[in-house]
């Protein structure tokens, strides 16, 4: 067995079926190996210097790299004309002068680290064209890493690029732009050679009818290594919409979320979305490298569909779904994806229309609504180039379906009470079956700010006068509920909408369809889905057993959501091995701890938000009956009588503020202790819109607690020895966070007429991130 299926199979275990004392213990112990196990070692000869090691050691800090770097053992040499050779299986050998400039020597180390996991992972055949296809597929994967560099770091990459080098990258940006695999790029194959003598190998002996007799295999060889051959990070930005795009300044997608782990951010932005931690990148990255040796031998799509099937099985385990027998499980890139299958089944077989009743649309996601209404919602899709947002998918009867919206709030940001939207909820459902038309009602079961609606019980009386013709999902996408209310959702037969990518802290882009037994059993006699389907999903995110459903999409796998959905997996694992008491304790302490600081600051006002009242009275005490999200306004300190709080576009300013360093923008009157503050990064949750005030909109931040706080409370010894200190550490560091937001409010005319776009220091390189 190679060393990326050993790493991979390490993994797999916790998705074995096991008793949770065994699942916790793995947990356990994957917290400790990873903190504790050494990276990397240098050579016992004397040729490292201790400066050699410190660039070494800054540029390895990097975490895309962490899970490449294990039983690594570097040397230091003057290699004149090369950046890099491999010395061994683990050995890599590195030119001194790339470790003068930090940002080099981390491309050059990207692209040893591949052509490493390359030889360890592929057979081990030492032919011209495998030599080839593995030094072309590594020389991709670092050209994707540095296209994936911000931009002064890659200007810099590039300027010092070799000669040689230089002329590889631009024959190979060209090839790899063409789709065709021609046995005429003999020149394309021939110039690689040179990449050979990365690896030690001497290249003045091949002989031109070797290499032309090389050329087929080769090039079939790469293609086949090509969709693999990009760092994680990559791939985990791929399938979804433009939501994933990241800037090319700050390295930060629209949610302000990085596709590498951002250990040195503050973090408690679940109820939007999260950078992905350093665990559950491994956990991608020893899969895209196990899925290299399946693309190697052809059989990389039966592997994808394996792999697929193996998540909607570790969902159910994790959910112990198996108490409600038959339902199924459609994987999506997100939450607002799975809309069109939820008004898909709701239609069925009826040629009636449809009235799709959304709850708030204020504090949903973005594009729901011309999803519910079977509308592309973005200008991306995650199997287009291109579509156009609010036009009808391909063969879907949009004309048959009506959109009606149920605001929680009222204008003054006051909630509806439960006798308001409940008689709202019947008014319209009966209005609609009155005109002869079927319903789909959602049931929010945790909104932005943390409410939900309508009441269960008018729910299910509606569903008691008109069996056949309401139909209701919940927008589970926060996924801030227990096993138990989940279960008890789906067996009164609603579907349920979720992503991992919220509570669950899983990387952005990792959402799914529960759809219980009631509704499943009529799936099967539904006709194939339109053909504009195939801009969002592929043959496989659907349940085997549905394959004449999906008779329309592609054979093919989004390696993008697969991977997402593996990292989120252990996220969701990790949490779920956590005692229900502990996480009652840990969410309750924190809560507590979180509303008496925004209480106590003098520039914040707290946002109320009642939990949501799931049915599940007389069940017990459960961490899904504690507040989670914790929004607040913050107020403008003027002289005014009554301090005004900041509209939602200046709320977005303070938001970007917080999520990067803007310690150069401060006055030169401001402390030490500001300019600490204003250096750190803080990712919490997107602003909202809670209330009109004299014609503009007020918007509350968020800050919210996730499964990460609560695994990392019980297991992360790098946040203290015991539960207690590491709840306590957390604690800390959301007081930094109000310390910051004060900061700014203070010098809020010094930040909010600076162009924050533009404000980015130059040079301020990687920790950009």
Not at 38 to 59: E, G, H, Q
Not at 101 to 107: E, G, K, N
Not at 282 to 300: C, N, P, T, Y
Not at 654 to 666: E, F
Request: aromatic share 8%.
């Amino acid at each position: 067995m190679n060393y990326s299926e050993t790493n991979y199979n390490r993994i797999t275990k916790q998705d074995l079926p096991c008793s949770p004392e065994i699942t916790r213990k793995h947990v356990q112990r994957t917290f400790k190996e990873f903190a504790s196990r050494p990276l990397y070692s240098f050579s016992p000869d004397n040729s490292v210097t201790a400066d050699d090691r410190l660039v070494v050691a800054s540029v390895c800090k990097r975490p895309e790299l962490r899970p490449l770097l294990r039983n690594i053992v570097f040397s230091i040499d003057n290699l004149h004309n090369l950046p890099f050779i491999l010395l061994s299986d683990r050995g890599i050998t590195i030119d001194r002068r790339v470790l003068k400039t930090p940002v080099l020597a981390a491309f050059h180390l990207r692209h040893a680290l591949e052509l490493v996991t390359l030889r360890s992972c592929l057979p081990d055949e030492r032919s011209l064209s495998m030599s080839l296809a593995v030094a072309m597929a590594a020389f991709h994967t670092a050209l994707s890493y540095l296209e994936g560099m911000i931009g002064q770091e890659r200007i810099l990459v590039r300027d010092n690029f070799p000669a040689w080098e230089q002329r590889i990258a631009g024959i190979f940006r060209e090839y790899t732009g063409n789709e065709e695999v021609e046995t005429e790029h003999s020149a394309l194959v021939t110039d690689c050679l040179d990449l050979l003598r990365l690896e030690g190998q001497e290249i003045q002996d091949v002989r031109t009818e070797e290499i032309q007799s090389a050329v087929a295999t080769t090039l079939k060889r790469l293609k086949a290594l090509l969709p693999l051959s990009c760092p994680a990070e990559h791939l985990l930005m791929s399938g979804g919409d433009s939501r994933l795009i990241v800037d090319d300044e700050t390295g930060l997608n629209t949610y302000g979320c990085s596709p590498r782990p951002r250990p040195w951010a503050i973090t408690f932005s679940s109820c939007t979305a999260s950078s992905i931690s350093d665990i559950a990148f491994q956990e991608a990255e020893w899969l895209r490298q196990s899925l290299l040796l399946d693309a190697w031998k052809g059989s990389l799509i039966g592997r994808c569909e394996a792999e697929l099937q193996h998540i909607r099985g570790s969902i159910s385990r994790v959910f112990e779904l198996e108490q409600v027998p038959g339902t199924e499980i459609i994987l999506t890139p997100s939450g607002t994806d799975s809309e069109f299958y939820a008004l898909y089944f709701a239609m069925g077989a009826s040629e009636h229309r449809i009235c799709n009743i959304l709850i708030s649309s204020t504090e949903i996601g973005s594009g729901t609504v011309y999803a519910a209404g079977g509308r592309h919602y973005d200008t991306l899709a995650p199997h287009s180039c291109d579509v156009e947002a609010g036009m009808s998918l391909e063969g879907f009867p949009c004309h048959r379906v009506g959109i009606s919206t149920l605001e929680l709030r009222h204008n003054n940001g006051a909630l509806l009470t439960t006798d308001e939207l409940n008689s709202a909820t019947e008014t319209l459902v009966t209005k609609a079956i009155n005109k002869g038309e079927r319903v789909l009602i959602h049931l929010l079961d945790c909104s932005k700010t943390g409410i939900g609606g309508p009441g269960i019980d008018t729910i299910r009386e509606l569903r008691r006068k008109h069996p056949a013709l309401v139909t209701v999902v919940v927008d589970a996408a926060q996924m801030r509920l227990g096993r138990e209310s989940l279960r008890r959702y789906l067996g009164e037969g609603f579907m349920v909408l979720f992503t991992a990518s919220k509570f669950f802290t899983g990387p952005p882009f990792s959402g799914a369809l529960l759809v219980p037994p009631t509704v499943a059993r009529e799936v099967p006699g539904l006709d194939p889905l339109p053909p504009g389907f195939t801009s969002y999903s592929t043959r496989w995110d659907l349940p085997h057993v549905w394959q004449k459903l999906a008779t329309a999409l592609e054979p093919e796998a989004n390696l993008g959501l697969l991977l997402r959905w593996r990292s989120a997996i252990w996220e969701m694992t990790a949490f779920h091995s956590v005692s229900s008491s502990d996480k009652y304790r840990t969410l309750k302490t924190f809560g507590k701890e979180i509303l008496r600081m925004i209480q106590d600051s003098p520039d914040l006002n707290l946002v109320m938000a009642p939990p949501h009242e799931r049915g599940s009275r007389g069940q017990g005490v459960s961490w899904d009956q504690l507040p989670s999200i914790f929004t607040f306004l913050v107020h403008h300190r003027n002289e005014a009588p009554v301090r005004q709080p900041l509209s939602y576009d200046e709320t977005c300013i303070a938001y970007r503020c917080l999520n990067m360093d803007v310690s150069h923008l401060l006055p030169i009157q401001a402390s030490d202790r500001e300019y600490e503050l204003a250096r750190k990064r803080c990712h919490i949750g997107q602003p909202v819109r809670i209330q009109q005030e004299g014609g503009r909109w007020v918007g509350g931040l968020r800050i919210a607690a996730g499964a990460r706080l609560v695994s990392g409370v019980e297991f992360d010894d790098a946040l203290g020895e015991t539960p207690c200190e590491r709840l306590e550490t957390e604690i800390r560091t959301v007081r930094i966070i109000l310390f910051k937001l004060s900061v700014i409010v203070k010098y809020w005319t010094d930040l909010s007429e600076y162009d924050l776009c533009k404000g980015i220091k130059p040079g301020a390189g990687y920790y950009l991130y």
